[in-house]
Each structure stands twice: as structure tokens, then as C-alpha cells.
């Protein structure tokens, strides 16, 4: 059956801006879970930038429709990842997407409505940056079926700061509760000496959660090793070892606060 009906939890990725790392945590998290035996859906609505099929090195896969939905592309041989983007469904990976509100809006809900997911544990939601017609529509749509709440990323800099508050103004306006902020980039841990050097400043994004009563939910390092993993797509080839990857398994913690 399509739809969120066998969905146990939903949890949306939101950043304030982009490129801070949230398609980054939201595969770390999707590992993660998957690693603990979880079934577990990533539904990509960054409709002009989709970055999920890249990063799971399935950008050659295709969407296949049957007769109740579609069918999510699985990552692994047991059928407990499944992925869901635009990028499943162009033509070509350099395809540009450039419509309007309405087709964004009737996008979302097909793929809300009718992706056949299962019975999943947790469905992940990676989102575009800031506040645009997808975030209208995905809130329209999931808050009104049903949404555990969002995990919030941000680097520690004051300008990503800045774009987290409007994120956070964003949510209450829409009634989507936040579940916690988690702080990516945040220094970077020497792998000769372990000195830690915080190159965009520290303690931002935890000082943001202190301010708005939410849950700090974990301080992600730059780790060089994982920016190769994730843009060489290897998550995928990562899951028949994942615990060789420090980086992506420290994303548990984020798990556990969840
Ligand atoms: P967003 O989804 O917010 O636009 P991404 O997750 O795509 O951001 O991350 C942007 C870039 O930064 C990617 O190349 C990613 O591999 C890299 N990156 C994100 N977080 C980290 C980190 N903690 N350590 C190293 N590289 C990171």
C-alpha cells in the first residue's frame, strides 16, 4: 500500500542554509538507524538540487512504477533503505528543474501519497534549504498526516545562525516541533596531534538549542574522510561494513537523543 500509513516515525532535515550538511546528516542518520536493524526511508524533496541518489551512489537507478505507487530504490539486498528523489525521476543528472509553486506542491504529494514505503520505521526527509515552496507543501502535507518532528542543522557561524532562527520561527508557524539542533562542522580534530581547531568558531548551534528550550542533539567535526564518502557515493558499499566509517556511526548518538 503507498502512503505514510505503515510509517512508524517522520522526521524532516532542516537547515536555515544550504550547504551545511544536512543531505550529509540526514545519510549519516539513515546509516545509522539501518545499522541498528531499522527499517528506513529517505524521501528527498530538494526538488531543484536533489543530492540524495549521489550520495547513496545510486544515480543511475530509476524509479519503477507499479500499479499502487511507486516503488522506492533500494539501497542494500534486504530491501531496509529505500530512497526516494526527483533525481530518480529526470532524464538526465544535469536535467535543471525550474517550475513553479503548484507543480512543487503536487510533486510533494505524489510523493507523500503515493510512494508504496511499507512498513518503515523511520522515514527521513531531506529538505532544501530555507523556507520555499517545498517546505510549504511538505508541511501542509505532513504535519497534517503525522511527523514526529524535525532535526534542525546548523554549522556553528553566526550567519548560519542567523537563517536557523528563521528556520526555527518557520517551524513554530506550521506547528512542526523541533526534536533538536544538531551542530555540523564544528572544529577539526587534527589526525596528528588531536589538537582541535575550531575553524567556524564553536558552541553556536548548542547555545541556539539553550536559548529555545530544544534538545542539543550532537556536534558533528569536519571529518575530511567522509566528505570523500559521500561524494564519491560509497554510502551505499559502506553498509555491508558501516562500522568502518567512525564519522557516520557517531551520527547513533544522534539516534539514541531522538
Ligand atoms: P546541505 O545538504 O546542507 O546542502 P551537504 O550535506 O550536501 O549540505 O554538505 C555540503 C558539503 O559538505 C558536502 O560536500 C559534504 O560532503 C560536506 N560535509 C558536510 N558535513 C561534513 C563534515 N562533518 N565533515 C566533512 N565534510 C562535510
Not at 138 to 146: I, P, Q, S
Request: hydrophobic letters at 45%.
Amino acid at each position: 500500500m503507498s502512503g505514510l500509513e505503515d510509517v512508524k516515525h517522520v522526521i524532516p532535515v532542516l537547515s536555515g542554509k544550504g550547504g551545511v550538511g544536512k543531505s550529509t546528516v540526514t545519510a549519516a542518520l539513515a546509516v545509522a538507524l539501518w545499522s541498528m536493524g531499522y527499517r528506513v526511508g529517505v524521501l528527498d524533496i530538494d526538488l531543484t538540487g536533489p543530492s540524495v541518489p549521489g550520495i547513496f551512489g545510486m544515480a543511475d537507478s530509476h524509479v519503477h512504477a507499479a500499479p499502487d505507487g511507486w516503488v522506492p530504490v533500494f539501497v542494500d539486498r534486504e530491501q531496509r533503505l529505500g530512497l526516494m528523489s526527483l533525481g530518480f525521476l529526470l532524464g538526465s543528472k544535469a536535467d535543471a528543474v525550474i517550475w513553479r509553486g503548484p507543480k512543487k506542491t503536487a510533486m510533494i504529494k505524489q510523493f507523500i501519497e503515493d510512494v508504496i514505503w511499507g512498513d518503515l520505521d523511520v522515514l527521513l526527509v531531506d529538505t532544501p534549504p530555507g523556507t520555499s515552496d517545498e517546505h510549504i507543501s511538505m508541511a501542509e502535507n505532513l504535519v497534517a498526516a503525522r511527523v514526529d518532528g524535525a532535526v534542525v542543522v546548523t554549522t556553528p557561524q553566526a550567519v548560519s545562525l542567523l537563517d536557523v532562527r528563521k528556520e526555527l520561527d518557520f517551524c513554530k508557524k506550521v506547528d512542526l516541533p523541533v526534536l533538536g539542533i544538531v551542530e555540523n562542522m564544528s572544529g577539526y580534530v587534527c589526525p596528528h596531534c588531536a589538537d582541535c581547531t575550531n575553524i567556524f568558531s564553536t558552541g553556536g548551534g548548542e547555545a541556539l538549542a539553550k536559548e529555545y528550550n530544544l534538545h542539543f542533539l550532537a556536534r558533528l567535526p569536519i571529518e575530511p574522510e567522509l566528505t570523500k564518502i559521500l561524494d564519491s557515493g560509497n554510502v551505499a558499499r559502506m553498509l555491508d561494513e558501516p562500522d568502518q566509517c567512525a564519522t557516520l556511526m557517531r551520527c547513533a548518538t544522534l539516534q539514541r537523543a531522538i
